[in-house]
């Protein structure tokens, strides 16, 4: 008697609990707005990967490169210091010489741009309005504001170190760089120009 009253009683009790387990295990699955949230996580991993991937590619870029690099770096500072005794000098601008050092600065910087890998900005940059009248004033404030970005160009921790991936470092330098090649373009333009109606002379 005792087996016959206490089978059905189990099964009884086995027939409730089963859903119960159910409903909880219903309950603990997670929504749709939790599901986002792990899609989300996801995403921002590999985007961190993919960053630091690119960081260590840009980093053995730069070591492999470094002879060019190095070589360009080199040829800025040089460049830099003949305009600097442009400014200095008491004598007018030799435009045809300034058109041709700006123009190799400018060349130089290109490609340290392409082999430092630096990563380009999200930011649009607005250029300034250039000057209607080009003159030798115009030129020398030009050159000045070269002086000062190749200074802090080349002061860049990132040519003491070509390991290094600090990203504010990286902006400032790829910052520095893009107005290094700016300028200098501009001084080029502004020197054929003033060479052809014969200033400076």
Known sequence: MR?????PLFIVFASFAAPAGAQTNTANAPGPAAREGHRAMDDYDRDIS??????LAARERRR???PQINEDFQRVQVIH???VRMLQSNKGFDYG???ELTGDMKKRGTRLRENLALP?????QTKPKRPDVLDDQQVRKDIVALHDVVVSFVASPLFKNL?????????KTRDNLDNL???SDEIKKAAKLLDKKGAGH
């Open 3 to 7: 087996r016959s009253f206490w089978l």
């Open 50 to 55: 993919r960053m630091k991937n690119d960081a």
């Open 64 to 66: 492999s490169l470094f």
């Open 81 to 83: 210091n003949e305009l």
């Open 97 to 99: 010489r300034l058109a």
């Open 120 to 124: 380009q900005s999200d930011e649009t």
């Open 163 to 171: 390991s290094v991936v600090d990203a504010k470092v990286v902006d």
């Open 181 to 183: 090649i700016d300028l």
